[in-house]
Structures are given as C-alpha cells and as structure tokens.
C-alpha cells in the first residue's frame, strides 16, 4: 500500500523560507506513470494547488505562486521537496504532497498533511 | 481566469440523495475529479473524469458532467458521509495547471 509522508518544520518565521520534503514509499517517484503533486489549505478554508513535479524534474506551478515557489525531486531517495520563499502569515496551512497519475485522473494518494505556521 | 463555483453547504436526510453541484463555463467539455475530506485528514479521491470510482469508493458515489455544472451524486446518503467535497478541474488552457472548486459540506440531518 503506497504511503506518503510530509515533513519538515512545523514553524516558519516571516519572510524566511518554508521546506518540505514528502517521501513516497514504493519508489514509484522515478515512474514515467506519475507526476507529484503539493496542495495546500489553510485552516478552514479550501484547497490551493501549489505545484506539480515530473521525474525528470519538469516542474509546473501555479501561476499565482510562480514567483516564491521551487520544486525538486531526489530519485535515489525517493523523495520530492517543496521551497517557498519570502513566507507571510497567508501561508500559514496545511500542506500535503499528492500522486498524481500523468493520465491527468486528479490526485489519487495524499500524504496525510502537515501543518506550518508562519510566526515571529 | 476560470472559477469553478459549488454552493457552500449542502444538507440531507439519511436515506437520500445528495446532489454537490460544481458550475464553470463549459465544464462539460472537461475532466471533473471530485475528493471527500473529513475533519482532520487528507482528501479521498471519489470520482475520476466526470463518473469513474476509484477502487474501494461505494457505487452510492456517482458523477455527471453536461454544459455548464458537474455533479457528485451520493445516493442512500449515511452519516458518515458527512464532509466537505471538493471539485477539481485541469485547466487546459494553461500548461499543467489544476483548479479546486471552493469546497461543499454536506451535512446529514
């Protein structure tokens, strides 16, 4: 049964950068089948898209978050990261890392989420 | 930019049916997904491109998609169907971008 987990630091201070990595369990990172994916939500609102990454480290984001945001994938380790600069308060949320079938079916496994707070 | 809209809250009695409507301009010419989320966890993927189930997901859990509206239809609705639902469109028209509706909770009376 695929797993994926999120980690990372659970308090950013503004202005600074949020990190996170998801690890995914099967090694299926390195698979043509597959692209990996990050949402957020922030507390008590809805779903937002952040970005979504290709094995060979073809990356594609959402245009309102282009600008502060970087993904990479480590094949060897079975791992995809997610950097978003220059935090505010606004993006204090809960972030999940995702499968996303390249057949475009939507995100079909989800890491169960972690939470990171932006504060001074 | 597009906008995919679905009403804030829906509410039904146990036994019927709810109906979780997903509006956008010429929807139907796209591919809707629609995900279950419960307090606390992660989203459930429910329905894939307009009405396929995943594996696992109860045949109560049904899609449509014509013209204008998507819709996630949950028949013989139970308790634990209680939750807020998410659409979610790939937007074509951009290279690789994915759009969520506002999100629906459903409340059984």
């Known amino acids: 049964h695929l797993q994926l987990q999120e980690s990372g630091p659970g308090l950013v201070k503004p202005s600074e950068t949020l990190s996170l990595t998801c690890t995914v369990s099967d090694g299926s990172v390195r698979s043509s089948s597959y692209y990996w994916g990050w949402i957020r939500q922030p507390p008590g609102k809805g779903l937002e898209w952040i970005g979504s990454?290709?094995?060979?480290?073809?990356?594609f984001y959402n245009p309102s978050l282009k600008s502060r945001v970087t993904m990479s994938v480590d094949t060897s380790k079975s791992q995809f990261s997610l950097k978003v600069k220059s935090v505010t308060a606004a993006d204090t949320a809960v972030y999940y890392c995702?499968?996303?079938?390249?057949?475009?079916?939507?995100?079909?496994?989800w890491g169960q989420g972690t939470l990171v707070t932006v504060s001074s | 930019s597009y906008v995919l809209t679905q009403p804030p809250s829906v509410s039904v009695a146990p036994g019927q049916t709810a109906r979780i409507t997903c509006g956008g301009n010429?929807?139907?010419?796209?591919?809707v997904h629609w995900y279950q989320q419960k307090p606390g966890q992660a989203p459930v993927l429910v329905v894939h491109?307009?009405?396929d189930r995943p594996s696992g997901i109860p045949e109560r859990f049904s899609g449509s998609n014509s013209r204008n509206t998507a819709t996630l239809s949950i028949s013989m609705v139970e308790a634990g169907d209680e939750a807020d639902y998410y659409c979610?469109?790939?937007?074509?028209?951009?290279?690789?971008?994915?759009?969520f509706g506002g999100g629906t909770k459903l409340t059984v009376l």
């Open positions: 010429n929807i139907g010419i796209k591919s």
């Open positions: 979610q469109m790939w937007d074509s028209s951009s290279d690789h971008y994915w759009m």
């Open positions: 995702a499968r996303e079938p390249s057949s475009s079916d939507g995100f079909d496994y």
């Open positions: 491109d307009d009405s």
């Open positions: 990454i290709y094995y060979t480290g073809n990356t």
